[in-house]
């Protein structure tokens, strides 16, 4: 199959898959019980008040009408309007995914450079002394609840033995914000050579990218052993050893034939993650994507909500296509269906 036939085969999947996404993100708010009617017109308006809102927002129609204007809305990229801060919820959400972004793609690289290497070694030697404690340490990551870790963390390097700024955003308030170029304070410090921004940025992202490093390791340790030790058991590896190729030719024939397998699980990882990403933020006041939709959930923001949800569900979407390719083009010979 040709990398032009697969891409159109998972564009073609993805279409309805769209539709889906769209209707379950409509209806679940709905399912829900919230009502944004009585939160806009406030405890003081009048029955008058109450329809002309609900007429506003198209709730006096039936619900498949209200599910085709809201369709239709998606489809030219108007989520509505956030009634916490009365902007459109497409440019807020934009706005944040950046720096959520940020925040993922450092912890979840961190956890997946730690987790992939102690995962095959502690294969390697299954029921050994390093796989116990990598067993003991990925069981700790676990367990451990995402925000009491960061709560933990600030008490100790930050109130007890102050290394570390307290959790009050992305940069210190004595420090101007870098020139916008990204998004990224980091980044954006960087290519503008704003060092004192650079590294009050650093220093903030430090305690936040460990949290989500600790709690994306684990699962990565946990399943890199797994699918190692599937791979080490399999003929292929047991004629090698048989045939007496040295070790580090078996250990690279063991991780090329790993390989897909855990790529698949580290994008299934990144999605899941999302979710858990957004006490962080909210422990850390981060002010990413994952901060703006557990405060809209918490205050009802009807609009934004739906926004919010259907930008994760767009975001799970998007990251395994992309581990798809990626997983076509280094291994052609899997039939990916």
Same mark, same amino acid.
């Given at each position: 199959m040709s990398f032009g036939t697969f891409f159109l085969r998972r564009m073609l999947m993805v279409i309805p898959l769209l539709v889906g996404i769209v209707f379950v993100t409509f209806m679940l708010i709905r399912v829900g019980g919230l009502d944004p009617v009585g939160r806009l017109a406030g405890p003081t308006a009048t029955a008058e008040e109450f329809e002309m809102i609900r007429a506003e927002l198209g709730l006096d129609q039936p619900v498949w009408v209200q599910f085709a204007i809201y369709a239709g809305k998606?489809?030219?990229?108007?989520?509505?309007?956030?009634?916490? *801060?009365? !902007?459109?919820?497409?440019?807020?959400? &934009?706005? !944040?995914?950046?720096? *959520?972004?940020?925040? &993922?793609?450092?912890?979840?690289?961190?956890?997946? &450079?730690?987790?992939? +290497?102690?995962?095959?070694?502690?294969?390697?030697? +299954? %029921? /050994? !002394?390093?796989?116990?404690?990598? !067993?003991? =340490?990925?069981?700790? /990551?676990?367990?451990?609840?995402?925000?009491? &870790?960061?709560?933990?963390?600030?008490?100790?390097?930050?109130?007890?033995?102050?290394?570390?700024? +307290?959790?009050?955003?992305?940069?210190?308030?004595?420090?101007?914000? +870098? %020139?916008?170029?990204?998004? *990224?304070? =980091?980044? %954006?410090?960087? =290519?503008?050579?704003?060092?004192?921004?650079?590294?009050?940025?650093? *220093?903030?992202?430090? =305690?936040?990218v460990i949290c989500l490093a600790i709690v994306s390791a684990a699962p990565i340790i946990k399943h890199t052993r797994a699918i190692a030790l599937e791979v080490l058991s399999s003929d292929a590896v047991r004629y090698a050893r048989a045939s007496g190729l040295p070790a580090r030719i078996v250990r690279k024939l063991v991780l090329r034939n790993s390989a897909t397998p855990v790529l698949t699980f580290v994008g299934t990882e990144v999605t899941g993650l999302v979710g858990t990403m957004s006490l962080i933020e909210y422990v850390f006041a981060w002010g990413g994507l994952g901060q703006y939709g557990l405060n809209a959930i918490v205050r009802g923001d009807f609009t934004a909500v739906q926004g919010y949800v259907l930008s994760l569900a767009l975001f799970s979407v998007i990251v395994f296509l992309i581990i798809d390719f990626v997983v076509f083009l280094i291994e052609p010979r899997a039939e990916l269906q």
């Amino acid at each position: 199959m040709s990398f032009g036939t697969f891409f159109l085969r998972r564009m073609l999947m993805v279409i309805p898959l769209l539709v889906g996404i769209v209707f379950v993100t409509f209806m679940l708010i709905r399912v829900g019980g919230l009502d944004p009617v009585g939160r806009l017109a406030g405890p003081t308006a009048t029955a008058e008040e109450f329809e002309m809102i609900r007429a506003e927002l198209g709730l006096d129609q039936p619900v498949w009408v209200q599910f085709a204007i809201y369709a239709g809305k998606v489809a030219q990229g108007d989520l509505g309007e956030s009634w916490l *801060s009365n !902007r459109p919820v497409l440019d807020d959400i &934009l706005e !944040r995914t950046v720096i *959520s972004l940020e925040l &993922l793609l450092w912890g979840v690289g961190i956890g997946a &450079l730690i987790g992939i +290497p102690v995962g095959v070694r502690a294969a390697f030697r +299954p %029921d /050994g !002394r390093f796989d116990q404690i990598s !067993r003991i =340490l990925s069981l700790f /990551g676990f367990s451990i609840p995402t925000y009491w &870790l960061g709560l933990v963390m600030l008490f100790v390097f930050f109130y007890l033995l102050g290394w570390a700024p +307290p959790g009050i955003g992305r940069i210190s308030l004595m420090v101007s914000p +870098p %020139d916008f170029i990204t998004g *990224s304070y =980091l980044i %954006d410090a960087l =290519l503008t050579a704003n060092w004192p921004a650079f590294g009050s940025a650093f *220093s903030h992202m430090v =305690l936040p990218v460990i949290c989500l490093a600790i709690v994306s390791a684990a699962p990565i340790i946990k399943h890199t052993r797994a699918i190692a030790l599937e791979v080490l058991s399999s003929d292929a590896v047991r004629y090698a050893r048989a045939s007496g190729l040295p070790a580090r030719i078996v250990r690279k024939l063991v991780l090329r034939n790993s390989a897909t397998p855990v790529l698949t699980f580290v994008g299934t990882e990144v999605t899941g993650l999302v979710g858990t990403m957004s006490l962080i933020e909210y422990v850390f006041a981060w002010g990413g994507l994952g901060q703006y939709g557990l405060n809209a959930i918490v205050r009802g923001d009807f609009t934004a909500v739906q926004g919010y949800v259907l930008s994760l569900a767009l975001f799970s979407v998007i990251v395994f296509l992309i581990i798809d390719f990626v997983v076509f083009l280094i291994e052609p010979r899997a039939e990916l269906q």
